[in-house]
């Protein structure tokens, strides 16, 4: 294989903003064909980016002979069954996270994927980015010393749509698509760039609650974690909050300083340590997920490895369903 043929599952804003385009300009990657439920997404797309095909019928697209691998963007209720169906054809999947609606989800794509040995990547691309690579490697310099505690805190007012009912309600606040509510779509990211960074957390418990009453799902968690090198840290999560309280922030605390940085929003990194604060500013690629894309092609070629694989993306999903209680 020279080239990764890449057929899309799904064409809505994440592929719009995040991932599309980058597919097309790495070398050895080519976009071959795309697949949406609605015609007119599928076709305009297609149109718009140069696409030689597109589909309404997911199955037609993996059946495509000239895809070769899988790219998934629907919304995480339908990761599990889009990532099985590639993989029993024979064909390498890269999937939106979270890798599935559940724990149990994510065990099935992980069996499959050792039975075929077919890959299958997760787009944790925060991993790869330049402003979290920055983080990795104040921590690493011992410049904040051991590592005592983590801390991440997020908070954002409901958004325009959230009380809306029936089909115009946004799918990330129905459990059924999406596994939960914002908790299960924002979380992810900030508890995958924790585990990349300490390891796998081995114990989690939380309490989740629907405060705004806009949905079922819920929407204020707290959480308490430890990590598997014994390191604690905690949660808290609200989606109903007043504006006064707009908080996107990790702590990680050592003995000799302290760093903090947001997720979504890469405002500066602040540093503290006993010379002082120290505010850095990382800036990120135009498209976001580029050099993860890079890292999953580079693998399929056979020319690098890339970390975010189903197996390593699994124990997110696990912390999660123990947060909000599903075992």
Known sequence: MDTIKWGFIGCGEVVEKKSGPAFSEIEGSEVVAVMSRSA???????ERHGIKRWYTDAMELIDDPEVNAVYIATPPSSHATYAIMAMHSGKAVYVEKPLAASYDDCARVNRVSEQTGIPCFVAYYRRYLPYFNKVRSIIESGEIGEIVNVQIRYSSPAREFDAEKGDK?????????AGGGYFYDMAPHQLDLLQDLFGVIVEANGISANRGGLYEAEDSISACFRFENGLPGSGSWCFVGHESANEDRIEIVGNKGSISFSVFN????LLVTSRGKANIVVANPPYVQRPIIQAVVDDLLGKGKCTCTSMS???????????????
């Open 313 to 327: 993306a699994t124990p997110v999903n696990w912390v999660m369903d123990r947060i909000l209680g599903k075992f």
């Open 266 to 269: 890469y405002e500066p990194i």
């Open 169 to 177: 309600r946004p799918w990330r606040v129905v459990p059924e698509i």
């Open 40 to 46: 007119e997404k599928a076709r305009s797309y297609a």
